[in-house]
């Protein structure tokens, strides 16, 4: 009877305090309602490729700071702190003055990444104005220089409108519309290279 007892003890728990040795049993037979997903493969995640579960494709990213900018709204935001010491909270500079914070956090940099045949373009750390074009429509890049007078930020030129953060270099992208835009960069060679692989 003890035997027994001892068997069904093993049979059910995988262990008998009497017999002191544990009963390894086969593994179970794998469900065929649950599904392995494989790594990289996250749900609602589209790749390169389309599918669901493809991973992106991210082939460039570089971020341009417009130190220039930030140097300058800096010295403007001192000066008012200052008038506001001396004279007391006057209600236009504080107004000017988060206006310019507004605007640094706004436009303070530039980045291009391009990933899944996509060019993207981003301004500042919240990333409020945004361009992207698909690299299908995208017929030619080349290398070129701004004149000083375009200026930075958003710009209408004689080639199209120009996102500049900081210097005079940038690409210009023909796009299949016959429309041009210009692009500024402090790395025009690697960008342009980068952007002509996304062609092919």
Known sequence: MAVKLGELIRDRLGWCPNTGMARFSRPAAPDPDFTVRAAGSLPG???SSGDPGAPSRRMYEH???GMLQIIAVLVIIV???ATTLLFGP?????AVLLL???TVLCFATLTVTIEDGV???RFGPLGLVRR???ARDIVSVTVVTNPWYYGYGIRWTPHGPLYNVSGS???EILLVSGKKVRIGTDEPEALSNAINRAIR
């Open 45 to 47: 995640r589209t790749g």
């Open 63 to 65: 971020t341009q700071t």
């Open 79 to 81: 000066i008012i702190l």
């Open 90 to 94: 006057l209600l236009i500079p504080l």
């Open 100 to 102: 310019l914070v507004i």
């Open 119 to 121: 060019v993207r373009i």
């Open 132 to 134: 992207e074009w698909p």
């Open 169 to 171: 270099h940038a690409i």
